[in-house]
């Protein structure tokens, strides 16, 4: 990395805004007021180098060890934000940083027009801290394009497309951002950007009104004359075939499926001589098996005869009559599957239709897109939960580190030196 920070420094051309606007749906207005309230409205200083802020608190979290401990002692890295002002120019302290650890160095610096912490790198779109690094030295529009990726990658776009200006200044700034006003600001700073008319869109202008000279016709084909003797017969003109609709499809796919239900359905064997009414079973099974007389279908009063025959997988008593013995008929047909045909020739006509199957695909391509989507947001989310637990658990460590050397250290002073180091450490 060039330690002197330096690059192509190209500045913002108008028509910039409109078209990073249009990355994430919003207008002119809407990045003006971005800028006139996030940033310093540049992105480079008078060198041409970026315009950055070094946090020593940022690159004290970004160390450990030894590092961690000189960094401190060269007053480049204490724990808590705010424990000393800033210089006016933060270069120095980055160089001297670099030199204890490069990249924690420019993690721990805010970059370019949008201030884009070197921490969040892969939410500005960049594969590394360094990329980022040359990228801020080199365009203004490549450091607001990097704030528009940290904006879509924190969910803020949202918040810029409907003017909720406290969500997006609590989004970008954090939980503080009313002490500096930044949502009423960002509220002003559009009001006084609406009144001012827009940079010319170019992808959106006018078509061209030169007008193209026509085409010269073609040459006239010469006419055959065909021989008196040779004159083919006219030939009818060709009817294109009527396409079938939906619901002859339907209604020829029901007729396919009931024909192959009828070849293949089985039709139960049936005997006349051992089916029986289904009331002349109730009443023998009612009446003549225990011995009493009853009233058969036929109205004549029968008694049991004695001999049993099989009906229907059980022995069923034969009762005699004085008139004839009971009728017999034959077992109504198996019911057929109608309402399966039905449901497969629907099934055959959606198939067949591809309108229906384009849509169908339509819709399962973006659930998956947005099934993967969620998969991927909640991977990152979860990275980056992981990643702040462990700065915080390395924090708490040193921090108990430093309370045991100093409470060593108290071992051997006054009571009042022991008091007041106490007080110190209550304190921080």
Not at 5 to 17: N, P, T
Not at 180 to 206: H, M
Not at 393 to 414: F, N, Q, T, V, W
């Amino acid at each position: 990395m060039d330690i002197t920070f330096k690059g192509a420094a190209r500045r913002l051309d108008d028509i910039d805004l409109p078209k990073l606007g249009a990355r994430i749906g919003v207008g002119e207005d809407e990045m003006h007021a971005f800028l006139d309230v996030e940033t310093s409205g540049h992105g480079f200083d008078a060198v041409g180098r970026p315009v950055i802020l070094f946090e020593p608190h940022v690159f004290y979290r970004n160390l450990s060890g030894a590092k961690r401990a000189t960094a401190v002692a060269a007053g480049l890295a204490y724990p808590k934000w705010g424990e000393k002002p800033y210089p006016r120019d933060s270069y120095p302290r980055l160089r001297a940083a670099c030199a204890i650890d490069e990249t924690a160095a420019l993690k721990s610096a805010s970059w370019g027009l949008g201030q884009v912490l070197g921490e969040n790198f892969k939410a500005a779109g960049f594969l590394t801290v360094e990329a980022m690094a040359e990228a801020m030295m080199a365009d203004e529009a490549l450091q607001l394009g990097a704030a528009i990726d940290f904006i879509v990658e924190n969910r803020l776009d949202d918040n810029l497309r409907n003017h909720d200006w406290a969500a997006f200044a609590k989004g970008y700034n954090g939980a503080g951002y009313r002490k500096n006003a930044y949502d009423t600001r960002l509220a002003e700073a559009y009001r006084k950007w609406s009144r001012i008319k827009d940079t010319p869109w170019p992808s959106a202008g006018p078509a061209s009104s030169a007008v193209v000279p026509a085409a010269p016709p073609d040459p006239a084909k010469p006419i055959a004359v065909p021989q008196p003797t040779a004159t083919p017969a006219p030939s009818a003109p060709r009817v294109p075939a009527a396409r079938r609709g939906l619901w002859a499809a339907l209604i020829a796919a029901i007729l396919k499926i009931s024909a192959i239900l009828n070849l293949f359905g089985r039709k139960r064997h049936v005997d006349p001589d051992q089916e029986l009414l289904p009331r002349q079973r109730d009443n023998i099974l009612g009446a003549a098996s225990d011995g009493h007389r009853h009233r058969c279908d036929h109205r004549h009063l029968c008694r049991p005869a004695g001999a049993f025959a099989d009906h229907s997988g059980g022995m069923v008593p034969l009762v005699s009559c004085n008139q004839r013995r009971f009728d017999r008929v034959p077992a109504p047909p198996p019911r057929r599957g109608f309402v399966m045909a039905a449901l497969l020739s629907i099934l055959s006509a959606i198939i067949g239709n591809k309108v229906v199957m384009t849509l169908f695909a339509a819709v399962a391509g973006g659930i998956g897109l947005y099934v993967a989507g969620g998969i991927n947001r909640a991977k990152k989310e979860a990275v980056k939960q992981a990643e702040a637990k462990v700065a915080a658990a390395e924090d708490r460590l040193e921090m108990r580190r430093e309370a045991a050397a100093e409470a060593r250290k108290a071992a051997g002073m006054p009571d009042a030196a022991a008091r007041a180091e106490a007080a110190k450490w209550a304190k921080r």
